[in-house]
T-cell receptor
Framework: GQQLNQSPQSMFIQEGEDVSMNCTSS?????WLWYKQEPGEGPVLLIA?????ELTSNGRLTAQFGITRKDSFLNISASIPSDVGIYFC???????????????FGQGTILTVHP | DGGITQSPKYLFRKEGQNVTLSCEQN?????MYWYRQDPGQGLRLIYY???????QKGDIAEGYSVSREKKESFPLTVTSAQKNPTAFYLC?????????????FGPGTRLTVT
């Protein structure tokens, strides 16, 4: 089945720094989603991408759908302590117009922000 | 407020007992999902339902069962046949499986079996 390789596995940064993380796959994905999960909580959707080359922002977050459709990246600008959490990428493959709701998840990037 | 609720937040059971986790949504979504998350790992799909009275096995369905009798409810039963039931269980929903792929998650239930 499809697999997503998410990197880096963890990041330790100072408040105010920019952050970049990415997901890659050996196969094509039709949709890329980025989620943030805080300890003991469910993931929260940050950004959804549906078109190759699409660049979408949500506040200080920016995500792009790679041109090859095999990768996506998420940038966080001017990080703040509340950015701490685990960031997951997820993708879908559509066949016959549907993904059957099946998301493939990356392993997550653990972000720690030092004040 | 529209959203997904899961109850309880923490659940403790003895080995050999079945336990049912609740998931309710008032988003009017057709599709619902159950995932399992283990420490340091991503999410793995247990079961999903695209419409009422229909559901399919995900990647790790063994030892679990579900029902979808109402659009807003998708309970998960962890049976005694599940070998490693201790985990964080997440329920999600999406508008459908045709138009949009975004899934929205509940707060999760942490199940501990001893």
């Amino acid at each position: 089945g499809q697999q997503l390789n998410q990197s880096p596995q963890s990041m330790f940064i100072q408040e105010g720094e920019d952050v970049s993380m990415n997901c890659t796959s050996s196969s094509i994905f039709n949709t890329w989603l980025w989620y943030k999960q805080e300890p003991g909580e469910g993931p929260v959707l940050l950004i959804a991408l549906y078109k190759a080359g699409e660049l979408t922002s949500n506040g200080r977050l920016t995500a792009q759908f790679g041109i090859t459709r095999k990768d996506s990246f998420l940038n966080i600008s001017a990080s703040i302590p509340s950015d701490v959490g685990i960031y997951f990428c997820a993708g879908t493959v559509r066949a016959g117009g549907t993904s059957y709701g099946k998301l493939t998840f990356g392993q997550g990037t653990i972000l720690t922000v030092h004040p | 407020d529209g959203g997904i609720t899961q109850s309880p937040k923490y659940l403790f059971r003895k080995e050999g007992q079945n336990v049912t986790l609740s998931c309710e949504q008032n988003l009017n979504h057709d599709a619902m999902y159950w995932y399992r998350q283990d420490p340091g790992q991503g999410l793995r799909l247990i079961y999903y339902s695209q419409i009422v009275n229909d559901f399919q096995k995900g990647d790790i369905a063994e030892g679990y069962s579900v029902s979808r009798e109402k659009k807003e409810s998708f309970p998960l039963t962890v049976t005694s046949a599940q070998k490693n039931p201790t985990a964080f269980y997440l329920c999600a929903s999406s508008i459908d499986t045709l138009s949009r792929d975004e899934q929205y998650f509940g707060p999760g239930t942490r199940l501990t079996v001893t």
